[in-house]
């Protein structure tokens, strides 16, 4: 049997009339010039390299990444190793996001302040938690911070059709949260297209209403066509301009969307609770071949992340405002004092933490023994650990777990219990949330809350909300007229009657006045 695969001649791509024989039953590394990759066994399992890369890496962690360049793709022990295999992984990870964000985020980003123009736009893919596919893009939450306009994208049109949930809704509360944090003047989502000749105003409206009422402030419409020649124009319609059915409905529409945006682009959201963004888990974890897809509806697996998930549908459902709390961001802009963790502009009353953050980075544990000793509160759902940056340190993981400021809960309806005590919800009703209804909640001046009220639940709502607040009023989306609003009212709580429908996925806009509490 032949030892070799031998190839000659090689002049795919870059390649030029290259020989080469490959042993077989071996790990197989390959190196380029800068730009190019290194490579297991198939294009999404690559990972960028240069020599220049292995140069800074060995300066930054002091070891060398050429001696330990197969431990970027598997659990793999040397003998000339000094470091195991998931640290190495880890280390490479965090090298990449640095030099990316030291010398493509940060210059663009300073630029376009000097030059007074908002730097936009969304990157290539999402594969969260896997920090690379076809290309490698690191942490996109983190590199939000570095956006006048950060943005994303959200093309078809199936989204909440057929299903009250779906989980490209993290992509959302990523943008989001950085908004929340680090306020931008707007958070911008391209959307509507690539949806079908049949795509119809019901569509758009179901779609904008999941994109507001979880933190987009400005939908960009994809796309207009100058041509319908091309297979392009085939596979990604629609159009939008007078060539659609709709177009001379469409106003009403986007009349409707941009009073939304408009009072959820004011004031500030107020969010009490920071869920912890267990992002830099994947950071250990081998390339995987068949990155998930959110897009997919896939839950991701390598690493697990179906308890984080259903961590976040429970904080919807439930009503909770919170935020995603990405520990680049906390390294950053993070600090702790008086029982209260504040990221950027927001203070957080309670953290919660997943089973799923396998691994911690260092800033986050010192920030978290900070914010306890204060007298902090971390509720988990799940135990997290035993990695800190990249190494097994399950005694780093006790200290936090010793605290009496940390709960730790194994079920969702102990965790749920825990949070009771802790935090009540703002929105709260005589009958349950449906999975699907969401709030936003906005800060105006004077004394005026807002809440923006979505049902995706595929069935009518009905039931007596109570909320805070002196007097309450309905502001009409589609007629931009104030309303009265039937309430009762016992002390410093309304008590509302509320009919919401599928149909359209009818939303509504209730403003209070008169009290404002955290």
């Excluded at 990759?37 to 890369?53: H, T, V």
């Amino acid at each position: 049997m032949n030892d070799y695969i031998r190839i000659k001649g090689a002049r795919a791509n870059n390649l030029k009339n290259v020989d080469i024989e490959i042993p077989r039953n071996k790990l197989v590394v390959m190196t380029g010039v800068s730009g190019s990759g290194i490579y297991k066994w198939g294009e999404a399992d690559n990972q960028p390299f240069s020599y220049w890369l292995a140069a800074e890496f060995q300066k930054r962690n002091g070891y060398s990444l050429l001696d330990h360049l197969p431990a970027v793709f598997e659990n793999v022990e040397c003998d000339w190793f000094v470091k195991p295999a998931v640290k190495v992984r880890y280390d490479f990870c965090c090298t990449v996001q640095q030099l990316w964000t030291e010398n493509f985020m940060i210059p663009m980003y300073r630029w376009c302040q000097q030059h007074h123009i908002a730097w936009t736009g969304h990157f290539l893919e999402e594969y969260w938690p896997s920090v690379a596919s076809s290309t490698f893009y690191g942490d996109v939450m983190a590199n939000y911070e570095y956006m006048q306009w950060p943005g994303i994208d959200m093309l078809m049109t199936a989204l909440y059709k057929h299903k009250a949930t779906d989980q490209m809704r993290l992509v959302i509360l990523q943008l989001a949260s950085v908004g929340s944090q680090l306020p931008k003047e707007q958070l911008l989502c391209e959307s509507y297209g690539a949806g079908g000749w049949d795509a119809s105003l019901d569509d758009f409206k179901r779609i904008g209403d999941f994109l507001l009422v979880n933190g987009v402030t400005f939908i960009n419409q994809h796309l207009v066509l100058s041509t319908y020649a091309g297979s392009r124009k085939r596979d990604y319609p629609q159009s939008f301009d007078w060539r659609e059915p709709w177009w001379d409905e469409y106003a009403l529409l986007n009349d409707y969307t941009s009073r939304a945006a408009a009072v959820l682009n004011r004031g500030r959201s107020r969010q009490r609770v920071l869920l912890l963004h267990p992002t830099t888990t994947s950071y250990i974890e081998r390339p995987f071949y068949y990155p998930s897809q959110l897009q997919q509806g896939d839950i991701p697996a390598h690493p697990a992340m179906g308890d984080y998930l259903r961590l976040i549908q429970l904080l919807t459902d439930r009503q909770y405002d919170f935020d995603l709390g990405n520990e680049s961001i906390m390294a950053r802009h993070g600090r702790a004092a008086d029982g209260r963790l504040t990221v950027g502009e927001q203070d957080y009353d309670v953290v919660v933490c997943s089973g799923d953050m396998k691994n911690m980075c260092q800033s986050t544990v010192d920030l978290l023994h900070t914010f306890l000793d204060s007298g902090g509160t971390v509720v988990s759902l799940g135990t997290p650990g035993d990695y800190v940056d990249g190494e097994n340190k399950p005694e780093v993981f006790a200290s936090l777990f010793a605290y009496t400021g940390w709960k730790q809960a194994e079920s969702e309806e102990e965790w749920e219990r825990l949070m009771k005590a802790l935090l009540q919800p703002r929105l709260a009703a005589d009958s349950p949330f449906p999975t699907g209804f969401c709030h936003r909640r906005r800060e105006l001046e004077n004394g005026m809350v807002a809440y923006f009220l979505v049902n995706h639940s595929m069935e009518t709502f009905e039931t007596t909300l109570r909320l805070k607040g002196g007097s309450v009023e309905e502001w009409d989306l589609v007629t931009g007229e104030r309303c009265s609003l039937f309430y009762c009212r016992e002390g410093n709580v309304l008590s509302i009657p509320l009919s919401v429908v599928q149909k359209l996925d009818q939303s509504v806009f209730v403003i209070c006045s008169g009290h404002i509490v955290r």
